[in-house]
């Protein structure tokens, strides 16, 4: 019988094979960042343990840093002393770390790609849900927490037990304007928040396979969004394109080594999986969540759902909350919903091909009267390279505010947030009570949606759009 | 890490399906270097009626007596999903949460409960349905949990949960996670030798 690719992931890096349950497993690369690394960094110093393998380690300031500013003056204390902790424990271990002024910081999981340290066939492991984008590659990558991130540093290893697999195969052609963003929202639809706990998702199928890097780590992103801890898709050419003469990518006779290894492990025909899910490319439209929860999502040309006609009763309470929170009445259409808000960035769509079909939209237009909107690249690079193309310039003329690279107003650590009862379209990835500022509502849709709910000032179909 | 073998007190429900980790511990609670002193802030959204947390929500249930005492949290399906925060089982600790009772939990939550010497026993939908109904009849009733045997005790019935064998066995001692993996370290040693060879290009530097 066929391995599937997660398999022959798992079983390379066993350091020790299950006694029962928990196996341990050797991890290839930790990234760290501010915010759930100092408690963990604190503790290896009380228990006098030191990092094992630091040259495997890599920390970015990322959560809580500002995007209006880099004088570090202006952050705020709390903010500014996890920096500085960061800073202190990288400098005392010994780590590489992309701090505030370096001009490649940004969110960790744009950087890690972006600087050839994430490859094909690696374990990854960073403390923080969104770890699962680096899976695109075909690694086996996933969230931790700080007790984790502990025990990672100190020893390279996980105390893990064997998750489940799940195949979800996407055939045929996406329809215009549909963006794998759409893609991962309409598989949360299907399969619900929970429906990937304790699974690892493998998404394959000729919609994926025609996929970029920059879209597969969308829909390899909000695994998590679906309940599953890692999301991955096989390597193939798009891969080795991408990683090819990235600053840390092998080089010389180790390239053609690693490609031969990496070669090995797509998933082999007859594998077996726990769960197998077949979506047509075709089925999926442009979509928008209207609730708190990822999964509660419906096509642009959906109407907010009626609690009432929900059978089951947890649905119905649920759907009732959110609606409540989200000060939306059923029956809505939600090509009707305003917003005064938009949010472009985050590990989910910050990336420069995010940059670009935004820009796209937003080209010789201008933004809507009484609508913020905030541009966020997903690194120093990504912004680099935006300003390289002009993008900037586009966005700016359109009435944009350009900002510096961070995790910004995904989460609102820092001091891009929602003001309580605004409404914002956003390229993120969690529509939960208070995520992006408390009381703020948010409507999770692809970045070209956003930028054209910038425009018009409400929720609009990309459908409509001329070419 | 404080052992658990077994525990009894108030149970608090929390009638709600996917309560997620920024719900538990909201984001400007995080920028802390420290891993004490996150229990004031456990559901502020929903605690307080301000943000700064001086005034109490009183329809939120944790707002109420007796449950302003509760050890025992139960909760629905998906419980901690979203971010990886082990902030949030720090909050639900230092408040006093010791046993968390639900149909499903989030896989790193679960993991980050464990590690914090926190039980979580994930029931059957109806079993978890059957003690909602007892406990909202009988306010500020005790719900016992016990670890060797695997099982939960409430209103006279007795629930059995899974859990894995190595958490239980790090749970029962309060193992501290490192010293036990540190054993193997000669296996850690022999994997790094074996892969410097096999995968050269994971040596970065």
């Known amino acids: ?467 | 890490m404080q052992p658990f073998k077994t525990h009894s007190g108030v149970a608090v429900p929390l009638n709600r399906v996917n309560i997620d980790t920024d719900a538990i511990i909201p984001k400007q609670f995080l920028r802390k270097i420290e891993k004490i002193g996150f229990g004031k802030h456990l559901f502020h959204e929903w605690r307080y009626s301000d943000y700064e947390g001086t005034k109490e929500n009183p329809d939120f249930i944790l707002n109420q007596d007796p449950y302003r005492k509760a050890t025992v949290l139960l909760a629905r399906d998906n419980f901690g999903c979203g971010s990886s925060r082990e902030h949030a089982p720090w909050a639900l600790g230092d408040f006093g949460f010791k046993l968390i009772i639900a149909p499903s939990f989030a896989d790193i939550f679960y993991n980050n409960c464990v590690k914090n010497g926190i039980l979580l026993a994930q029931l059957k939908s109806e079993e978890v349905d059957a003690i909602f109904a007892y406990v909202e009849k009988n306010k500020g009733a005790a719900i016992s949990a016990d670890l060797p045997s695997q099982t939960v005790t409430a209103g006279g019935k007795t629930y059995s949960f899974q859990i894995d064998a190595f958490n239980k066995e790090c749970l029962l001692k309060g193992l501290d996670g490192i010293g036990w993996t540190m054993q193997f370290e000669d296996k850690i040693a022999t994997y790094e030798d074996k892969i410097k060879d096999q995968h050269p290009w994971l040596s970065r530097r």
């Open chain 1, 1 to 467: 019988m066929g391995k599937t690719m997660f398999e022959k992931i798992w079983q390379d890096h066993l350091v020790r094979d299950s006694q029962g349950d928990t196996s341990l497993i050797y991890i290839d690369l930790h990234l760290v960042h501010e915010v759930t690394s100092p408690q963990a960094f604190a503790a290896l110093r009380e228990n006098k343990r030191t990092v094992r393998c630091p040259e495997k380690t890599v920390a970015t300031m990322d959560h809580n840093v500002s995007t209006r500013t880099k004088d570090i003056e202006k952050v705020d204390t709390n903010s500014r002393l996890q920096m500085d902790t960061l800073a202190q424990n990288c400098r005392q271990f010994g780590v590489l770390l992309y701090d505030f002024e370096h001009k490649d910081q940004g969110i960790v999981h744009v950087i890690g790609p972006e600087q050839g340290l994430t490859l094909p066939g690696m374990t990854i492991v960073c403390g923080d849900s969104h770890t699962a984008t680096h899976g695109a590659f075909g690694s086996l990558a996933f969230g931790i927490g700080t007790s984790e991130v502990e025990h990672v540093l100190a020893t390279q290893t996980l105390q893990q037990s064997q998750p489940k697999t799940m195949l979800i195969n996407i055939d045929g052609k996406l329809g215009q304007g549909v963006t794998s963003k759409d893609i991962i929202l309409y598989i949360i639809g299907q399969i619900g928040t929970a429906g990937g706990t304790g699974y690892v998702i493998e998404y394959a199928g000729s919609a994926i396979r025609a996929l970029s890097m920059e879209a597969r780590m969308t829909i390899c992103n909000m695994s998590i969004e679906a309940g599953a801890r890692a999301g991955m898709i096989a390597p193939d050419e798009i891969t080795f394109n991408y990683i090819k003469g990235r600053d840390f990518a092998p080089k010389d006779a180790n390239w053609d080594k690693a490609v031969a290894y990496w070669k090995t492990l797509p998933s082999e025909t007859g594998a077996k999986f726990d769960r197998t899910l077949d979506i047509k490319a075709e089925d999926i439209k442009p979509m928008v969540t209207w609730g708190t929860s990822p999964g509660q999502v419906t096509s642009v040309d959906g109407i907010v759902p009626d609690p009432d006609a929900m059978k089951d009763a947890v649905d119905r309470t649920s759907a009732r909350n959110a609606l409540a929170y989200m000060d939306l009445k059923p029956g809505t259409r939600i090509l009707d919903i305003k917003v005064d808000k938009v949010f472009i960035g985050s590990c989910t769509n910050g990336r420069i091909e995010d940059l670009r079909a935004a820009a796209l939209i937003v080209k010789g237009k201008w933004v809507a009267n009484g609508v913020t909107a905030i541009v966020v690249p997903g690194s120093g690079r990504v912004r680099l390279q935006a300003v390289k193309e002009g993008l900037d310039k586009i966005f700016t003329d359109a009435g944009f505010e350009w900002r510096f690279a961070g995790c910004s107003m995904c989460l609102g650590m820092n001091d891009d947030q929602l003001k309580k009862g605004e409404r914002c379209a956003s390229s993120s990835n969690r529509n939960f009570e208070g995520r992006q500022g408390p009381g703020g509502r948010t409507h999770l849709m692809s970045p070209q949606m956003a930028a054209l709910a910038a425009l018009e000032g409400k929720i609009t179909d990309i459908r409509t759009l001329k070419n």
